[in-house]
């Protein structure tokens, strides 16, 4: 039961406030259709109803809106990922002009959105490995998500050990943009003998490429976290790379928010082996973001 404390009726014509006439006790509201055993008696005051009630009212307009004009739903998002960058950049004490701004919610939504990846992580990759710089390459890796040779070399490797045929487990989409010329179809080219026509040759070409690129080094990046983040929780489920991927997007495995923290963090660890507190910093800085949960972190989906 919820008593509303000091409801009272108001004329809108006159301004006048009356007590009902009808209810004996007018603090007393029953909320109907509700089981009585369910509801659990609390006081609150007028102000404190009407705030709750209008902030519902506001949700179902935003939604409301949303399902009419796409657009608003696509400024929001845009609006929400600018803010998760803006977090980022003022934990890193470094400071982005509004291209630039725009330049990066971009790249992180559309990637985000096509490899079901959070954009609270990619924003904190990209934050910690390039420092929201476009197009930098280093000595270490290239891109915004800074990919090495060394790791993008299982990528060519159609034969041996069938590590193409996991990243394509992964996400076979993905890889195909990356890896193979596309029709204006969005097919992918084909030789003479029906063999598909890759865009890079070699490990080193796709990382140059990367460095020139920053949506391909973004694209890049994702499957190579994604590829460190199975072997990782094969490795502690004691299975195969392959039937972990399979089990994680089948949802026959399930892992509980603390294990991806902790697997999430080996991953970084792994994906960037230049610095051993890599990892932890990149999930600590997650935690500027408001309402945390591990479980939306799970890479294979």
């Known amino acids: 039961m919820t008593q509303i404390e000091g409801l009272r009726e108001t004329n809108i014509f006159t301004q006048q406030d009356r007590p009902k006439q009808k209810v004996k006790n007018p603090k007393e509201i029953v909320i109907p259709l509700v ?24 949700e179902w307009s935003e939604r409301t809106l949303e399902n009419i004009f796409p657009e608003v739903k696509e400024r929001k998002r845009r609006a929400e990922i600018e803010n998760i960058i803006k977090k980022q950049t003022n934990n890193a004490k470094l400071s982005l002009s509004n291209e630039e701004l725009e330049y990066w919610t971009k790249i992180i939504k559309e990637n985000g959105e096509t490899t079901d990846i959070r954009a609270e992580l990619l924003a904190a990759i990209i934050c910690k490995e390039s420092k929201f710089i476009k197009n930098i390459s280093s000595a270490t890796g290239s891109g915004a998500m800074q990919v090495t040779t060394i790791t993008i070399q299982d990528m060519f490797s159609d034969t041996n050990g069938g590590r193409l045929k996991l990243y394509n487990l992964i996400d076979e989409e993905t890889m195909n943009k990356i890896l193979y010329k596309q029709t204006s179809e969005g097919e992918i080219e084909k030789d003479k003998n029906g063999k598909n026509i890759r865009t890079y040759n070699t490990p080193s070409e796709l990382r140059e490429a990367c460095g020139k690129d920053d949506n391909l080094g973004v694209q890049v990046g994702i499957m190579c976290l994604k590829m460190k983040f199975a072997e990782i929780v094969a490795k502690k489920k004691g299975l195969s790379i392959q039937s972990t991927i399979e089990g994680l997007k089948n949802h026959e495995l399930e892992l509980s928010a603390e294990e991806i923290e902790t697997i999430l963090e080996t991953t970084l660890k792994r994906y ?21 949960n591990f479980e939306e972190y799970n890479l294979i989906k």
């Open 35 to 58: 089981p009585q055993e369910e509801i659990k008696e609390e006081i609150i005051s007028w102000e404190q109803y009407m705030e709750e009630n209008n902030k519902k009212l506001r």
């Open 272 to 292: 960037n082996s230049v610095f051993q507190s890599y990892g932890k910093e990149v999930v600590d800085s997650l935690k500027v973001n408001d309402n945390l």
